[in-house]
C-alpha cells in the first residue's frame, strides 16, 4: 500500500485523520503508565535499601517527564526545519502546539527533579552543571512560546519562533553531556549519571513503561492542540464551516 | 494500606511529586477542550453573521 504523505501536509486531511488517531493514544498512554507505575510501586527491588526503595517511586514520573522534555524539543526543531525547508504551514503548526506540551513536560521534570533531590542528597537545588542546562532549556520552550505569542502576523512568527528552536538546539547535547562527559573526573555533578548499566529489570521496565506512557500522551495532546490550532487558523475556510462539530 | 500510603515516612514527598505531575497531565486535556469549545464557538458566530450578511444582500 502506497501512502501520500503529503496529502497529510494539508492542514483539513491532517485534522480529520488526527482526530481519529486521538483516542488510540489515549488508550496507549492510559496503559502504558498505569502498567509502569503498577510495576513501580509493587516491584521496586528491596536492594535498593529502606528508604531509598520509598522514594524511589519519584524516579519513575521524574525520568518519564524529563525525557519527554528533551525529545518533544528535538521533535519542535524537526517540525520548524521542515518548516523552514519546505515552507509548509502545518509543520509549523504541529511546531508550536509541540512547545507548550515541552515546556510542561519540563517544569514536571524540573518539580519532580527537586523533589527526588530533596529526599537523596538532601536539596531541593543546586546549581550542578545538569540542573543548570535543564533550567535553561525550560526558558529556551518560555522564550519560543513568547516570541510565538508576541508576533500578530502568523507567517513571520512561526519562521522567528522556528529560528529560536533551531539555535535553541545547542542546549540538548550539552544537558546530555553535563552527566554523561567523557571524562568523569571533570564533572563534579551531583546528577547521577544515566547509564542502563547495572539498573535492576524491574525498574528499567518501569521507567520504559512510564515513559512510554507519557509519549503517548503527548502524542495525544499535541494532535488535540494542532486541531485548535488548524480550526483557529482557517476558520474562514470553507471546508471549516462544513464540518460536523460546527453545524451542531 | 496505610503502611502502603505511608511510604517508609516519604509520603509527602512521593505523593506531591505524583500529584503534581497528574494535576498538569489532567489539567492540560481539560484546557484544550475548553479551548477547542471557544473557537467553534465563534466559528459558528462568524458563519451565523455570514449569513446574515448574505440573505440583507438577497433581500435588498
Redesign the interface.
Known sequence: MKINWFKYAAPMNFYSLSGKLIPFFWIAAIIFTLLGLYIGFFNTPDELGNGMKEYYRIIYVHVATVWMAMWLYGMMVFWSLIGLIFNTRLSYMVASATAITGAIMTFAGLVTGAIWGKTSWGTWWDWDPRMTTYLILFFVYIGYISLQSSIDDTRRSDKASAFLAVVGLAIVPIIYYSINCPDPDQCASLHQQSSFKGVQSDILTAMLLTTLGFWMYSFAVILMRTRNIILHREQKASWVSKLKEVNQ | MSEFLH????AA??W???G??FL??LL??LL??M??RT??K???R??RLEQRAESQKSTR
Open positions: 511510604m517508609g515516612g516519604y514527598y512521593v506531591s511529586a505524583m503534581i505531575v498538569l497531565v492540560e486535556p484544550l477542550v479551548q477547542r473557537i467553534l465563534n466559528i459558528r462568524l458563519k
